[in-house]
């Protein structure tokens, strides 16, 4: 369905050019939920605003492709992927909910996207936003007001909606949990979860929040300073995984049962604009070897879909 290859992406910016994503390779399933997971400044952001080809004028990607059911997003036309973009993938992005439009009714906005695909007009438009709001929660006391007057979850399920409602084949999910509390943030899990499989969506849920991962994706991939480090299915990773970087994430989740205790990650992520020879995550792991410096990412475990890049995964 999404097959990403040797995807390079940079920044230029006053201090110099940051590379945010090295050599990636990724493949996501038609109809599965693909977890992004990692630190600030990891590449996972830049990931989907690739896709969508919609980075900032300052980004620019060196090499690599991004594939959709065997198309090149990157060899499309500007229209061509105008159409693709709504129609085919979609995406709620990081803090969108704060992002609505103050002057547009919740019902106006949401439908909108219908509007601008020429899926439907007028009162068809809004009535099949109302709709697609009484699915993902939202009562007809909400859909004539403005964002102001919502709560931060109804916000979001707005957001939802409207990314939803050209029925795409793929949603793109940035931090969707981002802000709100623990109910809302479960709340707006299932929500998203419950629509990815009543209408067979490929999602990919990028988040830091490895616990909120870890309930809606059957799949996560691991990244940090723009590369990835592991990748597998959700039991596999929290059952065994095989990058140290992987194991101090979930070594830092707090357990309300208190099985374990809580370890941090030493030291700060790396800089995009200062990347070090070898292994990126070497600084910070207690395990590194001397050949950790030199390491070129060559696949240090694989059996079946569950691949680690790291030299000493032995020591995990």
């Not at 601008?116 to 709001?133: F, K, T």
């Not at 007001?145 to 939802?160: D, E, F, N, T, W």
């Amino acid at each position: 369905m999404i097959s990403v290859n040797k995807l390079n992406v940079s920044y230029k910016t006053d201090s110099g050019v940051a590379r945010a994503i090295t050599d990636l390779d990724m493949d996501v399933h038609e109809g599965e939920t693909m977890g992004l997971v990692g630190e600030s400044g990891s590449g996972k952001s830049t990931l989907g605003l690739a896709m969508m080809r919609i980075l900032p004028k300052n980004a620019q990607i060196l090499s690599g492709s991004i594939q959709v059911d065997g198309t090149d997003l990157m060899s499309l036309s500007t229209g061509k992927m105008r159409r693709l973009r709504g129609e085919t993938i979609s995406m709620v992005f990081q803090g969108a909910m704060n992002s609505l439009n103050p002057l547009m009714t919740i019902e106006r906005q949401v439908s909108e996207p219908l509007i601008i695909h020429n899926m439907a007009q007028g009162e068809d438009a809004l009535e099949r936003g109302r709709e697609v709001l009484r699915k993902v929660g939202l009562k007809s006391a909400v859909w004539k007001q403005y964002p102001h007057q919502l709560s931060g979850g109804m916000k979001q399920r707005a957001v939802i909606a409207m990314a939803i409602i050209t029925n795409p084949k793929i949603l793109i999910a940035d931090e969707p949990t981002t802000g709100l509390d623990v109910v809302t943030q479960m709340a707006i899990v299932k929500l998203l979860k419950d629509t990815q499989r009543e209408r067979n969506i490929t999602m990919i849920f990028i988040s830091h929040d490895l616990p909120i991962v870890t309930k809606i994706a059957d799949r996560i991939s691991i990244m940090y300073g723009g590369r990835l480090m592991e990748s597998g299915t959700t039991s596999e990773i929290v059952r065994s995984p095989r990058h140290p970087y992987t194991t101090k994430l979930l070594a830092s989740v707090p357990d309300v049962r208190g099985d374990h205790l809580i370890s941090g990650i030493p030291g700060e992520p790396v800089s995009a604009l200062r990347l070090p020879a070898g292994c990126l995550f070497r600084e910070r792991c207690e395990n590194a070897l001397k050949e950790c410096s030199s390491y070129n990412y060559e696949i240090g475990y694989q059996e079946k879909d569950h691949v680690a890049f790291c030299i000493n995964t032995g020591a995990v």
